[in-house]
């Protein structure tokens, strides 16, 4: 179970971190 959580964790940080980039990428624009 704990395995999961942190799995999800990760998940959710790779998430915000494509979305970080996408915003920066847009802003270039």
């Known amino acids: ?3 999961l959580e ?3 964790e990760k998940q959710q940080k790779d998430l ?3 979305h970080s980039s996408l915003l920066l ?3 270039q624009f």
């Open 25 to 27: 990428h847009v802003k």
């Open 1 to 3: 179970m704990k395995s």
């Open 16 to 18: 915000s971190e494509d």
């Open 6 to 8: 942190s799995q999800l």
